[in-house]
Protein backbone atom coordinates (compact mmCIF):
# COMPACT_ATOMS: atom_id res chain seq x y z
CA UNK A 1 0.00 0.00 0.00
CA UNK A 2 2.90 2.18 0.64
CA UNK A 3 4.19 1.92 -2.78
CA UNK A 4 0.83 2.43 -4.35
CA UNK A 5 0.37 5.91 -2.13
CA UNK A 6 3.90 6.72 -3.19
CA UNK A 7 2.93 6.48 -6.83
CA UNK A 8 -0.02 7.95 -6.76
CA UNK A 9 1.62 10.84 -5.29
CA UNK A 10 4.01 11.49 -7.89
CA UNK A 11 0.98 11.12 -10.57
CA UNK A 12 2.55 7.96 -12.14
CA UNK A 13 -1.16 5.87 -11.50
CA UNK A 14 -2.92 8.43 -13.52
CA UNK A 15 -1.66 7.43 -16.99
CA UNK A 16 -2.30 3.51 -16.07
CA UNK A 17 -5.71 4.37 -15.04
CA UNK A 18 -6.30 5.92 -18.33
CA UNK A 19 -4.83 3.02 -20.08
CA UNK A 20 -7.10 0.35 -18.13
CA UNK A 21 -10.32 2.87 -19.12
CA UNK A 22 -9.33 2.78 -22.87
CA UNK A 23 -8.74 -1.24 -22.91
CA UNK A 24 -12.12 -1.66 -21.25
CA UNK A 25 -13.77 0.01 -23.38
CA UNK A 26 -11.91 -1.39 -26.46
CA UNK A 27 -13.01 -4.61 -24.95
CA UNK A 28 -16.55 -3.53 -24.71
CA UNK A 29 -16.40 -3.03 -28.75
CA UNK A 30 -14.85 -5.77 -29.50
CA UNK A 31 -17.86 -7.77 -27.51
CA UNK A 32 -20.39 -5.60 -30.06
CA UNK A 33 -18.58 -6.43 -32.96
CA UNK A 34 -18.43 -10.01 -32.45
CA UNK A 35 -21.95 -10.76 -31.63
CA UNK A 36 -23.29 -12.95 -34.41
CA UNK A 37 -24.70 -11.26 -37.21
CA UNK A 38 -23.74 -8.15 -36.59
CA UNK A 39 -23.01 -5.52 -39.49
CA UNK A 40 -20.98 -2.36 -39.42
CA UNK A 41 -23.22 1.09 -40.07
CA UNK A 42 -20.61 2.12 -43.21
CA UNK A 43 -17.59 2.37 -44.61
CA UNK A 44 -15.85 4.59 -41.29
CA UNK A 45 -17.09 1.82 -38.79
CA UNK A 46 -15.51 -0.94 -41.04
CA UNK A 47 -12.20 1.03 -40.56
CA UNK A 48 -12.63 1.22 -36.94
CA UNK A 49 -13.54 -2.37 -36.71
CA UNK A 50 -10.33 -3.15 -38.68
CA UNK A 51 -7.95 -0.94 -36.94
CA UNK A 52 -9.67 -2.39 -33.14
CA UNK A 53 -8.78 -6.04 -34.87
CA UNK A 54 -5.02 -5.27 -35.55
CA UNK A 55 -4.64 -3.62 -32.25
CA UNK A 56 -6.70 -7.02 -30.23
CA UNK A 57 -3.74 -9.03 -32.47
CA UNK A 58 -0.69 -6.89 -31.37
CA UNK A 59 -2.04 -7.29 -27.45
CA UNK A 60 -2.59 -10.99 -27.98
CA UNK A 61 1.46 -10.84 -29.65
CA UNK A 62 2.64 -9.29 -26.58
CA UNK A 63 0.95 -11.57 -24.22
CA UNK A 64 2.05 -14.44 -26.04
CA UNK A 65 5.76 -12.86 -25.86
CA UNK A 66 5.19 -12.08 -22.12
CA UNK A 67 3.92 -15.82 -21.45
CA UNK A 68 7.23 -17.21 -23.38
CA UNK A 69 9.70 -14.92 -21.37
CA UNK A 70 8.38 -15.54 -18.25
CA UNK A 71 8.53 -19.54 -19.13
CA UNK A 72 12.14 -19.16 -20.57
CA UNK A 73 12.73 -17.20 -17.12
CA UNK A 74 11.18 -20.22 -15.12
CA UNK A 75 13.06 -22.79 -16.90
CA UNK A 76 16.26 -20.74 -16.57
CA UNK A 77 16.26 -19.81 -13.15
CA UNK A 78 18.83 -21.67 -11.43
CA UNK A 79 21.78 -20.67 -14.18
CA UNK A 80 20.55 -17.20 -13.67
CA UNK A 81 20.36 -17.79 -9.48
CA UNK A 82 24.12 -19.01 -10.03
CA UNK A 83 25.24 -16.65 -12.51
CA UNK A 84 24.34 -13.71 -10.28
CA UNK A 85 25.67 -15.84 -6.99
CA UNK A 86 29.31 -15.54 -9.33
CA UNK A 87 28.84 -11.61 -10.26
CA UNK A 88 28.11 -10.49 -6.56
CA UNK A 89 31.31 -13.20 -5.52
CA UNK A 90 33.56 -11.13 -8.12
CA UNK A 91 32.31 -7.89 -6.58
CA UNK A 92 32.88 -8.82 -3.21
CA UNK A 93 36.61 -9.99 -4.09
CA UNK A 94 37.16 -7.14 -5.64
CA UNK A 95 35.63 -4.85 -3.22
CA UNK A 96 38.06 -7.09 -0.32
CA UNK A 97 41.02 -6.92 -2.35
CA UNK A 98 41.33 -3.34 -2.24
CA UNK A 99 39.89 -3.26 1.45
CA UNK A 100 42.43 -5.56 2.97
CA UNK A 101 45.53 -6.05 0.60
CA UNK A 102 45.55 -2.47 -1.77
CA UNK A 103 45.02 -0.44 1.05
CA UNK A 104 47.14 -1.36 3.59
CA UNK A 105 49.97 -1.79 0.66
CA UNK A 106 49.31 1.80 0.07
CA UNK A 107 49.82 2.55 3.49
CA UNK A 108 53.05 0.85 4.40
CA UNK A 109 54.73 1.88 1.21
CA UNK A 110 53.67 5.40 2.13
CA UNK A 111 55.52 4.74 5.26
CA UNK A 112 58.80 2.95 3.93
CA UNK A 113 58.73 6.42 1.79
CA UNK A 114 59.61 8.81 4.29
CA UNK A 115 63.20 7.50 5.24
CA UNK A 116 64.85 7.85 2.05
CA UNK A 117 63.50 10.93 0.84
CA UNK A 118 64.36 12.57 3.97
CA UNK A 119 68.06 12.08 2.40
CA UNK A 120 67.25 13.48 -0.54
CA UNK A 121 65.81 16.40 0.55
CA UNK A 122 69.34 16.69 2.81
CA UNK A 123 71.02 15.80 -0.33
CA UNK A 124 69.47 18.61 -1.96
CA UNK A 125 70.96 21.24 0.83
CA UNK A 126 74.46 19.04 1.24
CA UNK A 127 77.43 20.15 -0.45
CA UNK A 128 80.74 17.79 -1.94
CA UNK A 129 81.13 14.42 -1.72
CA UNK A 130 77.73 14.70 1.15
CA UNK A 131 75.44 14.57 -1.87
CA UNK A 132 76.59 12.01 -3.32
CA UNK A 133 76.58 9.67 -0.06
CA UNK A 134 73.17 11.43 0.99
CA UNK A 135 71.82 9.81 -2.30
CA UNK A 136 72.90 6.59 -2.35
CA UNK A 137 71.52 5.99 1.29
CA UNK A 138 68.42 7.59 -0.18
CA UNK A 139 68.81 4.89 -3.21
CA UNK A 140 69.75 1.76 -0.91
CA UNK A 141 68.04 2.58 2.23
CA UNK A 142 69.80 1.79 6.11
CA UNK A 143 69.14 1.09 9.37
CA UNK A 144 67.01 -2.11 7.93
CA UNK A 145 65.12 0.75 6.53
CA UNK A 146 64.18 0.56 2.86
CA UNK A 147 65.28 2.81 -0.11
CA UNK A 148 63.77 4.23 -3.17
CA UNK A 149 64.78 1.12 -4.80
CA UNK A 150 63.62 -1.45 -2.08
CA UNK A 151 60.24 0.68 -2.70
CA UNK A 152 60.14 -0.12 -6.16
CA UNK A 153 60.47 -3.40 -6.19
CA UNK A 154 58.73 -4.51 -2.73
CA UNK A 155 55.76 -2.37 -2.84
CA UNK A 156 55.27 -2.51 -7.09
CA UNK A 157 52.05 -1.31 -7.85
CA UNK A 158 51.33 1.24 -5.50
CA UNK A 159 51.78 4.69 -5.56
CA UNK A 160 54.59 5.02 -3.39
CA UNK A 161 56.27 2.69 -5.64
CA UNK A 162 55.70 4.69 -8.27
CA UNK A 163 57.44 8.39 -6.85
CA UNK A 164 60.04 5.78 -5.68
CA UNK A 165 60.64 5.21 -9.21
CA UNK A 166 61.00 9.22 -9.71
CA UNK A 167 63.19 9.80 -7.01
CA UNK A 168 65.44 6.83 -7.61
CA UNK A 169 65.73 8.43 -11.37
CA UNK A 170 66.79 11.84 -10.57
CA UNK A 171 69.21 10.09 -7.68
CA UNK A 172 70.89 8.68 -10.61
CA UNK A 173 70.82 11.51 -12.72
CA UNK A 174 72.47 13.57 -10.06
CA UNK A 175 74.97 10.62 -9.41
CA UNK A 176 75.73 10.83 -13.49
CA UNK A 177 74.47 7.26 -13.47
CA UNK A 178 72.34 8.53 -16.47
CA UNK A 179 71.50 4.93 -18.10
CA UNK A 180 69.81 4.11 -14.71
CA UNK A 181 67.99 7.22 -14.84
CA UNK A 182 66.41 6.81 -17.96
CA UNK A 183 65.36 3.57 -16.56
CA UNK A 184 63.92 4.27 -13.25
CA UNK A 185 62.33 7.58 -14.72
CA UNK A 186 60.76 6.02 -17.68
CA UNK A 187 58.74 3.67 -15.03
CA UNK A 188 57.53 6.67 -13.65
CA UNK A 189 54.06 8.38 -14.61
CA UNK A 190 52.20 11.21 -13.60
CA UNK A 191 49.60 13.43 -14.61
CA UNK A 192 50.60 16.10 -12.50
CA UNK A 193 51.10 19.28 -14.06
CA UNK A 194 54.58 20.05 -12.86
CA UNK A 195 55.81 16.34 -11.70
CA UNK A 196 54.78 14.74 -14.95
CA UNK A 197 56.76 17.08 -17.51
CA UNK A 198 60.08 17.10 -15.17
CA UNK A 199 60.24 13.69 -15.56
CA UNK A 200 59.90 13.40 -19.04
CA UNK A 201 62.45 16.22 -19.34
CA UNK A 202 64.94 14.77 -16.63
CA UNK A 203 65.25 11.44 -19.41
CA UNK A 204 66.34 14.01 -21.93
CA UNK A 205 68.50 15.11 -19.75
CA UNK A 206 70.19 12.08 -19.58
CA UNK A 207 69.90 11.27 -23.00
CA UNK A 208 71.69 14.74 -23.59
CA UNK A 209 74.27 13.83 -21.17
CA UNK A 210 75.56 10.45 -23.06
CA UNK A 211 75.44 12.44 -26.44
CA UNK A 212 72.19 10.87 -27.59
CA UNK A 213 71.32 13.73 -28.82
CA UNK A 214 68.38 12.70 -30.93
CA UNK A 215 66.30 11.06 -28.15
CA UNK A 216 67.15 14.00 -25.90
CA UNK A 217 65.45 16.67 -28.23
CA UNK A 218 62.44 13.82 -28.60
CA UNK A 219 62.12 13.82 -24.77
CA UNK A 220 62.05 17.71 -24.37
CA UNK A 221 59.49 17.97 -26.74
CA UNK A 222 57.47 15.64 -25.13
CA UNK A 223 57.89 17.63 -21.38
CA UNK A 224 57.28 20.62 -23.46
CA UNK A 225 53.78 19.14 -24.64
CA UNK A 226 52.91 16.74 -21.34
CA UNK A 227 51.37 19.98 -19.49
CA UNK A 228 50.57 23.36 -20.90
CA UNK A 229 51.44 25.89 -17.94
CA UNK A 230 54.55 28.72 -17.57
CA UNK A 231 56.97 26.20 -15.49
CA UNK A 232 57.90 23.56 -17.44
CA UNK A 233 56.25 24.45 -21.17
CA UNK A 234 58.39 27.27 -21.96
CA UNK A 235 61.44 24.98 -20.05
CA UNK A 236 61.45 22.37 -21.88
CA UNK A 237 60.77 24.14 -25.58
CA UNK A 238 63.77 26.35 -24.30
CA UNK A 239 66.17 23.05 -23.49
CA UNK A 240 64.41 21.79 -27.38
CA UNK A 241 65.13 24.87 -29.52
CA UNK A 242 68.95 25.11 -27.64
CA UNK A 243 69.69 21.52 -28.58
CA UNK A 244 68.07 21.88 -32.16
CA UNK A 245 70.10 25.03 -32.75
CA UNK A 246 73.38 22.91 -31.75
CA UNK A 247 71.98 20.36 -34.34
CA UNK A 248 71.47 22.80 -36.95
CA UNK A 249 67.73 22.24 -37.10
CA UNK A 250 67.53 25.91 -37.87
CA UNK A 251 63.52 25.80 -38.88
CA UNK A 252 62.61 23.31 -35.82
CA UNK A 253 64.74 25.80 -33.43
CA UNK A 254 62.53 28.95 -34.66
CA UNK A 255 59.57 27.37 -34.91
CA UNK A 256 60.42 26.07 -31.10
CA UNK A 257 61.50 29.37 -29.48
CA UNK A 258 59.12 31.41 -31.67
CA UNK A 259 55.92 29.29 -29.47
CA UNK A 260 57.75 31.14 -26.00
CA UNK A 261 57.29 33.93 -27.78
CA UNK A 262 53.95 33.85 -28.92
CA UNK A 263 52.24 31.73 -26.14
CA UNK A 264 54.82 32.32 -22.82
CA UNK A 265 56.32 35.99 -24.02
CA UNK A 266 55.79 37.00 -20.59
CA UNK A 267 57.80 34.16 -18.00
CA UNK A 268 61.73 34.99 -17.56
CA UNK A 269 62.81 32.96 -20.82
CA UNK A 270 59.86 34.41 -22.69
CA UNK A 271 61.24 37.96 -22.15
CA UNK A 272 64.97 37.04 -23.63
CA UNK A 273 63.70 34.94 -26.60
CA UNK A 274 64.34 37.55 -29.26
CA UNK A 275 67.43 37.05 -29.76
CA UNK A 276 67.38 32.88 -29.67
CA UNK A 277 64.91 33.56 -32.41
CA UNK A 278 67.14 35.93 -34.81
CA UNK A 279 70.23 33.56 -34.38
CA UNK A 280 68.01 30.42 -35.14
CA UNK A 281 66.32 32.40 -38.45
CA UNK A 282 69.86 34.37 -39.46
CA UNK A 283 71.51 31.09 -39.73
CA UNK A 284 69.41 29.22 -42.06
Known amino acids: MQIIEKLRYIGFLYPIKKTIFALLIFTLNMATYKKKGYKPKDKKEQEALKMQSTT ?86 ADNKYGFLDISTQFSGTKSANIANYYAGVSYLKLKEYEKAIEYLSKFDSDDEILGPTAIGAIGDAFADIDQTEDALDYYEKAANKKNNEFTTPLFLFKAGKLALSLNKFSKAEKLFTQIKENYSTTEIGRNIDKYIYSAKYAQ
Open 56 to 141: AEVFNTLDESASKSEQWIEKNSKPLFYGLVVVIALILSFLGYNKFIVEPQEEAASNELAFPRKYFNEAGLASGDDIDSLLQLGLEG
